[in-house]
Nanobody, 118 residues
Framework: VQLQASGGGSVQAGGSLRLSCAAS????????IGWFRQAPGKERMLIAS????????YYADSVKGRFTISRDDAKNTVYLQMNSLKPEDTAVYYC????????????WGQGTEVTVSS
Protein backbone atom coordinates (compact mmCIF):
# COMPACT_ATOMS: atom_id res chain seq x y z
CA VAL A 1 0.00 0.00 0.00
CA GLN A 2 1.30 3.45 -0.92
CA LEU A 3 -0.13 6.64 0.53
CA GLN A 4 0.24 10.18 -0.77
CA ALA A 5 -0.75 13.03 1.52
CA SER A 6 -1.37 16.54 0.24
CA GLY A 7 -3.22 19.75 1.01
CA GLY A 8 -1.13 21.34 3.73
CA GLY A 9 -0.34 25.01 3.80
CA SER A 10 -0.35 28.18 5.85
CA VAL A 11 -3.55 29.76 7.12
CA GLN A 12 -4.63 32.23 9.74
CA ALA A 13 -6.40 31.14 12.89
CA GLY A 14 -10.04 30.44 12.19
CA GLY A 15 -9.33 29.33 8.66
CA SER A 16 -9.81 25.97 6.98
CA LEU A 17 -7.79 23.43 5.06
CA ARG A 18 -8.60 20.08 3.52
CA LEU A 19 -5.99 17.36 3.52
CA SER A 20 -6.12 14.46 1.11
CA CYS A 21 -4.64 10.99 1.40
CA ALA A 22 -4.61 9.01 -1.84
CA ALA A 23 -4.04 5.28 -1.53
CA SER A 24 -2.71 2.94 -4.20
CA UNK A 25 -1.61 -0.66 -4.39
CA UNK A 26 -3.45 -3.34 -2.41
CA UNK A 27 -6.05 -0.99 -1.01
CA UNK A 28 -8.45 -3.86 -0.44
CA UNK A 29 -6.31 -4.89 2.53
CA UNK A 30 -6.85 -1.58 4.34
CA UNK A 31 -9.24 -1.61 7.28
CA UNK A 32 -8.48 1.83 8.71
CA ILE A 33 -6.94 5.04 7.45
CA GLY A 34 -5.74 7.40 10.13
CA TRP A 35 -4.51 10.95 10.22
CA PHE A 36 -1.68 11.65 12.62
CA ARG A 37 0.12 14.86 13.41
CA GLN A 38 3.44 15.72 14.96
CA ALA A 39 4.06 19.17 16.35
CA PRO A 40 7.61 20.40 16.96
CA GLY A 41 9.06 18.73 20.03
CA LYS A 42 6.04 16.48 20.50
CA GLU A 43 5.21 12.88 19.75
CA ARG A 44 3.19 11.87 16.73
CA MET A 45 -0.42 11.32 17.70
CA LEU A 46 -3.53 9.93 16.05
CA ILE A 47 -6.15 12.62 15.58
CA ALA A 48 -8.73 10.95 13.36
CA SER A 49 -9.42 7.63 11.70
CA UNK A 50 -12.03 6.03 9.51
CA UNK A 51 -12.86 2.44 8.78
CA UNK A 52 -14.15 0.61 5.76
CA UNK A 53 -17.25 2.06 4.17
CA UNK A 54 -16.93 5.16 6.32
CA UNK A 55 -17.70 3.47 9.60
CA UNK A 56 -15.68 3.38 12.79
CA UNK A 57 -14.67 7.03 12.87
CA TYR A 58 -12.54 8.32 15.70
CA TYR A 59 -11.51 11.84 16.67
CA ALA A 60 -9.08 12.99 19.31
CA ASP A 61 -10.62 15.38 21.80
CA SER A 62 -8.38 18.16 20.55
CA VAL A 63 -10.00 18.16 17.10
CA LYS A 64 -13.50 16.89 17.82
CA GLY A 65 -16.14 19.21 16.42
CA ARG A 66 -13.65 21.03 14.17
CA PHE A 67 -12.19 18.29 11.96
CA THR A 68 -14.11 15.84 9.82
CA ILE A 69 -12.68 12.70 8.24
CA SER A 70 -14.33 11.22 5.18
CA ARG A 71 -13.54 8.88 2.33
CA ASP A 72 -14.24 8.56 -1.37
CA ASP A 73 -13.77 4.90 -2.22
CA ALA A 74 -14.12 5.55 -5.95
CA LYS A 75 -10.98 7.70 -5.71
CA ASN A 76 -9.27 5.63 -2.98
CA THR A 77 -8.88 8.87 -1.09
CA VAL A 78 -9.47 9.87 2.51
CA TYR A 79 -9.97 13.52 3.40
CA LEU A 80 -9.48 15.51 6.57
CA GLN A 81 -11.52 18.71 6.56
CA MET A 82 -10.05 21.04 9.15
CA ASN A 83 -12.13 24.03 10.21
CA SER A 84 -11.67 26.67 12.90
CA LEU A 85 -7.95 26.08 12.86
CA LYS A 86 -5.91 27.17 15.85
CA PRO A 87 -2.19 27.90 16.18
CA GLU A 88 -1.88 24.71 18.22
CA ASP A 89 -2.93 22.74 15.14
CA THR A 90 0.41 23.63 13.57
CA ALA A 91 2.17 20.35 12.82
CA VAL A 92 3.25 17.95 10.14
CA TYR A 93 0.27 15.79 9.24
CA TYR A 94 0.64 12.18 8.12
CA CYS A 95 -1.83 9.64 6.87
CA UNK A 96 -1.34 5.97 7.58
CA UNK A 97 -3.07 2.70 6.83
CA UNK A 98 -3.81 -0.22 9.08
CA UNK A 99 -4.12 -3.37 7.07
CA UNK A 100 -5.97 -6.61 7.72
CA UNK A 101 -2.68 -8.41 8.31
CA UNK A 102 -1.39 -5.91 10.84
CA UNK A 103 -2.35 -4.86 14.36
CA UNK A 104 -1.05 -1.34 13.87
CA UNK A 105 -0.68 1.40 11.29
CA UNK A 106 2.20 0.17 9.18
CA UNK A 107 1.93 1.99 5.86
CA TRP A 108 2.71 5.69 6.00
CA GLY A 109 2.50 8.56 3.59
CA GLN A 110 4.92 11.46 3.55
CA GLY A 111 3.96 14.35 5.78
CA THR A 112 2.23 17.53 4.74
CA GLU A 113 2.89 20.63 6.79
CA VAL A 114 0.17 22.79 8.27
CA THR A 115 0.99 26.16 9.79
CA VAL A 116 -1.66 28.21 11.56
CA SER A 117 -0.76 31.76 12.47
CA SER A 118 -2.52 33.85 15.09
Amino acid sequence: VQLQASGGGSVQAGGSLRLSCAASGRTGNIIYIGWFRQAPGKERMLIASIGRSGGGTYYADSVKGRFTISRDDAKNTVYLQMNSLKPEDTAVYYCAARRVVSSSYDSWGQGTEVTVSS
